[in-house]
C-alpha cells in the first residue's frame, strides 16, 4: 500500500478551476447526505461532478462570462 500525504487522487488537468468540492452537503438532522460542486463565479451548485469540467451556465454565455 502506497499513499502519500497529498493524497492519491490527482486533480483532472481539465477541471474548472471555479469550481469547488466536492463539498459535503447534509439532511435536516445534519447527517451526510451527498455531495455537491459549486461553481464561484454564478454560484451555480449541483450534484453533478461533471460541474468540475466546466459550468454550463457560465461556459455557454454568449460573449463569455465577463461580457
Ligand atoms: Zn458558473
Given at each position: 500500500m502506497h499513499t502519500s500525504p497529498e493524497g492519491d487522487r490527482p486533480a483532472p488537468a481539465?477541471?474548472?478551476?471555479h469550481v469547488t468540492g466536492p463539498h459535503a452537503g447534509y439532511d435536516r438532522y445534519g447527517r451526510f447526505d451527498h455531495y455537491y460542486y459549486r461553481c464561484e463565479r454564478c454560484g451555480l451548485e449541483s450534484?453533478?461532478?461533471?460541474?468540475v469540467r466546466g459550468c454550463p451556465r457560465c461556459g455557454d454565455a454568449p460573449g463569455g462570462p465577463d461580457a
Open positions: 481539465d477541471r474548472d478551476p450534484t453533478d461532478p461533471a460541474l
